[in-house]
């Protein structure tokens, strides 16, 4: 159903054959991704992160741990080296890839024993999320997919100029989201969402992505990018970093106020500690949108406001 479902049903799947005590995971995470080792009672480990032009991961060698969780993050080539993977598997941990934010981009070649994808950040299906590594069956329809559904069509009719109370929708999102949080496991994709899934022109929505993507690159050399647009990439969004969060939120607004909505990832997760270096990353993040609804007039349009 989810990417937490995703790395629920990877759990169960581990700990039928190995202990598993620790997970070593990437501090730029959300809560989301950490919940499901939580509550199946494994210790959380965060390898702190930072970022000064490019990706930097600070592995401390000397923890001991079973399960190495390996993310990209929005589509750049900035994947952790595969030397470092090398050493925890040599070492006996399992590796877990997060394929999430890699899911259209060309082969990341890392030789993992698990890994994932989350398909709703990618289209706009109700839910779902794909798994290499496991077989799963008899898993069950969620009981409270409906209210997601119904929230979609809300928003949907909302958008398109129907005389609708937005709070209608959000509550909607809330209650799914609240339901989500608490049960997760053993949910599979929907209906609805397996046809769009099977129906989506995955090339198509790829190339429109990267042909946005490189036109915010080519036009915005002003901002600081997470990385370069190169023949492997296929960008979730197109981050950019702006020198204080104060900034980034500034920046965002006046986004919002032209009715263009670009998220920040995300969230800072609990175990995110104040004198960790990934804080800044969360604080001066902004996510600029570049999918496949839209094209490059509505890149223009983001490119006008921000430098306006």
């Known amino acids: 159903?989810?990417?937490?479902?995703?790395?629920?049903?990877?759990?169960?799947?581990?700990?039928?054959?190995?202990?598993?005590?620790?997970?070593?995971?990437?501090?730029?995470?959300?809560?989301s991704m950490i919940m499901?080792?939580?509550?199946?009672?494994?210790?959380?480990?965060?390898?702190?992160?930072?970022?000064?032009?490019?990706?930097?991961?600070?592995?401390?060698?000397?923890?001991?741990?079973?399960?190495?969780?390996?993310?990209?993050?929005?589509?750049?080539?900035?994947?952790?080296?595969?030397?470092?993977?090398?050493?925890?598997?040599?070492?006996?941990?399992?590796?877990?890839?997060?394929?999430?934010?890699?899911?259209?981009?060309?082969?990341?070649?890392?030789?993992?024993?698990?890994?994932f994808a989350s398909i709703r950040k990618w289209v706009g299906v109700v839910c779902g999320a794909e798994v290499k590594g496991v077989e799963a069956d008899g898993f069950e329809t969620c009981p409270y997919i409906g209210i997601k559904e119904e929230a979609m069509r809300v928003k949907g009719a909302y958008m398109h100029g129907d005389n609708i109370d937005k709070s209608i929708y959000l509550k909607l999102f809330a209650e799914f989201g609240h339901h989500l949080t608490e049960d997760y496991c053993n949910y599979k994709m929907d209906?609805?969402?397996?046809?769009?899934?099977?129906?989506?022109?995955?090339?198509?929505?790829?190339?429109?992505?990267?042909?946005?993507?490189?036109y915010l690159h080519d036009n915005l050399g002003n901002y600081c990018f997470l990385g370069k647009i190169t023949d492997g990439t296929c960008p979730l969004f197109v981050p950019i970093f702006l020198p204080t969060e104060e900034w980034r939120n500034k920046v965002r607004q006046k986004l919002v106020a032209q009715n263009i909505f670009c998220p920040i990832h995300w969230p800072k997760n609990q175990l995110v500690t104040s004198k960790m270096k990934v804080n800044h990353v969360f604080d001066t993040e902004l996510s600029l949108v570049c999918d496949q609804r839209y094209g490059i007039t509505d890149m223009q349009r983001i490119i006008e406001i921000l430098q306006s």
């Open 1 to 31: 159903m989810s990417g937490r479902t995703a790395i629920d049903l990877i759990i169960q799947e581990i700990l039928r054959t190995s202990p598993v005590r620790v997970v070593y995971m990437p501090a730029y995470s959300c809560d």
């Open 36 to 115: 499901p080792f939580v509550q199946r009672g494994i210790k959380v480990e965060l390898y702190d992160m930072s970022f000064d032009g490019q990706l930097h991961y600070h592995i401390d060698f000397a923890k001991k741990i079973d399960v190495f969780y390996v993310n990209n993050y929005f589509g750049y080539e900035n994947t952790i080296k595969k030397d470092i993977i090398d050493y925890y598997r040599a070492n006996g941990a399992i590796i877990l890839y997060d394929r999430t934010h890699s899911f259209l981009m060309d082969d990341v070649s890392i030789d993992a024993n698990y890994s």
């Open 191 to 214: 209906d609805l969402s397996y046809s769009l899934y099977q129906s989506t022109d995955w090339a198509g929505v790829r190339r429109r992505r990267i042909t946005n993507a490189k």
